[in-house]
């Protein structure tokens, strides 16, 4: 199975710049799209997607939100964090089956 | 708009089944995969698996191959799980979500599954 790793949590400021980071352990890229995609959950709520094939934003997410990476290496960049985003966030795999998330990585306030 | 409509909670003795359902509005299962992902308590996601409804077929994670069963019924456009032989540690949220694009762009709001005698 595709393991994606990233790290359990992140203390982060209002207004400044945070990367999370899923690591895959083997490639989630064709020569055409990277199967990577990130979520939000907040608590007691069903997780939301956030971006699709590693940098394409979904609809009606705030562009404050962009992802980038191929291969085996992907971030979930969120600039400027606002209160809003104190959630966790989850990466998923859908090029390998079965279809693998990571962990999660819990933002939380400084 | 799409809505994924999920079951309501269930308690479940060990050693008994339950089935749990996902009805879709404004979307045809037909055109997509429905996946069911599970999260237990205080824990992240976890894949289960995913049907093809427009033809049956079916792809499970290991762990669930013979504690999970994943239908379909086009006609009311609802997707179904069946967990068997439930065990304490399938008490968990169970979500079903909808394939577009390869993310998970629509997902019930999930059923609290609670194992106990």
């Known amino acids: 199975d595709t393991v994606l790793t990233q790290s359990p949590a992140l203390a982060v400021s209002l207004g400044q710049r945070v990367t999370i980071s899923c690591k895959a352990s083997e490639s989630v890229s064709s020569s055409s799209y990277s199967y990577m995609h990130w979520y939000q959950q907040k608590p007691g709520q069903q997780p939301k997607l956030l971006i699709y094939?590693?940098?394409n934003l979904e609809s009606g997410v705030p562009a404050r939100f962009s992802g980038s990476g191929s291969g085996t290496d992907f971030t979930l960049n969120i600039d400027p964090v606002e209160a809003d985003d104190i959630a966790t966030y989850f990466c998923?795999?859908?090029?390998?089956?079965?279809?693998?998330f990571g962990a999660g990585t819990k933002l939380e306030l400084k | 708009e799409v809505q994924l409509q999920q079951s309501g909670a269930e308690l479940g003795k060990p050693g008994t089944s339950v089935k749990l359902s996902c009805k879709v509005s404004?979307?045809?299962?037909?055109?997509?995969?429905m996946h069911w992902v599970n999260q237990r308590p205080g824990k992240g996601l976890e894949w289960i698996g995913r049907?093809?409804?427009?033809?049956?077929?079916?792809i499970y994670a290991e762990k669930f191959k013979s504690k999970a069963t994943l239908t379909a019924d086009t006609s009311s456009n609802t997707a179904y799980m069946q967990l068997s032989q439930l065990k304490s540690d399938d008490t968990a949220i169970y979500f079903c979500?909808?394939?577009?694009?390869?993310?998970?762009?629509?997902w019930g709001q999930g059923t609290l599954v609670t194992v106990s005698s």
């Open positions: 998923q795999q859908s090029w390998n089956d079965p279809y693998t």
């Open positions: 404004g979307y045809n299962i037909r055109s997509t995969y």
């Open positions: 049907i093809d409804p427009a033809n049956g077929n079916t």
């Open positions: 979500a909808m394939e577009e694009q390869g993310g998970f762009a629509y």
């Open positions: 094939h590693a940098s």
